[in-house]
């Protein structure tokens, strides 16, 4: 089935719904029709963001006891969910660290992941390793945003990027989709550029265009390297739910050369041989 052969019925389970390139997939599935549930931790701020245009299963991506209601009639689960490369707030710490705190986590990778919630191990492999384990076995599509880089953390500026093992993370992830037996995408950006950056309206979302008006670049084996408009990435995950020739598919995503009118994802997608 082709991208633009789209059944209103399917049930799209979609992870990290509210970070930057969430926001756009769930808007992006709403233009096209589908039907969308989203797997949050915060439902007022999900309900706020989707207008109550989605449905929202309740759960934490650290807790696989949560995740069943949210399986249910699923057919495909886009997982964008992710966490900041280096120590950060975001990380969420037990207790925010003090100046010197933060000191002795830049300078100790392996307390600062043992010390937070959400550091890359826990978000881009537990978290994701917990997801393809509790997926339906009739799912149609795992789609797994990953990262440029995971077969080049030796080579800068990646080795930089991965000192606090973020790489290594999302490599051990797309690991666990690929030996699930799942059907599976996984696409892998440059450094993500334009918005959201906040909370955005459903309306906002729907409307978004990249600013950089440069064309969508596909590769595989890792070699790209480059910036991707998270408008972009987003389509990507969308686009390649229902086509056949990005299934079972690792690729890279960057924005170069000129912007058509339009993108054919049909025709980047057959051409990932």
């Known amino acids: 089935m082709t991208s633009a052969q789209v059944s209103v019925e399917n049930l799209v389970l979609v992870v990290g719904a509210t970070g930057g390139v969430g926001q756009l997939v769930v808007g992006k599935l709403l233009e096209k029709g589908f039907k969308v549930r989203i797997l949050t931790r915060n439902a007022a701020k999900a309900q706020k963001m989707f207008d109550d245009k989605v449905e929202i299963a309740i759960g934490d991506l650290h807790d696989p006891a949560t995740f069943p209601a949210a399986m249910v009639g ?9 966490t900041t490369a280096f120590p950060s707030t975001r990380w ?20 600062a992941q043992t010390k937070a919630k959400n550091s890359p191990a826990k978000v881009d492999t537990q978290a994701v390793t917990n ?51 799942l059907p599976y995408t996984i696409i892998r950006p440059g450094r993500l550029i334009d918005g959201p950056y906040t909370s955005y309206d459903l309306n906002t979302l729907l409307k978004a265009t990249t600013e950089g008006k440069l064309g969508v670049v596909l590769g595989t084996g890792d ?44 025709k980047l997608f057959s051409e990932l041989s």
Request: charged share 25%; proline share 4%; glycine share 6%.
């Open 74 to 82: 699923v057919s495909y689960i886009i997982c964008c969910s992710g």
């Open 92 to 111: 969420e710490f037990e207790q925010t660290p003090n100046l010197i705190e933060w000191i002795k986590l830049f300078l100790n990778p392996e307390l």
């Open 131 to 181: 997801l393809v384990q509790a997926a339906p076995r009739n799912l149609k599509r795992f789609v797994f945003v990953s990262s440029c880089g995971v077969l080049r953390k030796d080579k800068f500026p990646y080795s930089i990027l991965n000192a606090f093992g973020v790489l290594d993370a999302k490599q051990k992830g797309e690991e666990a989709i690929i030996n699930s037996g």
């Open 223 to 266: 070699k790209l390297t480059g910036q991707t408009s998270r408008i972009d990435v987003a389509a990507a995950c969308v686009e390649s739910i229902q086509n056949s020739d990005s299934e079972r598919k690792v690729f890279e995503i960057i924005n170069q050369g000129a912007r058509p009118s339009m993108i054919n994802w049909e």
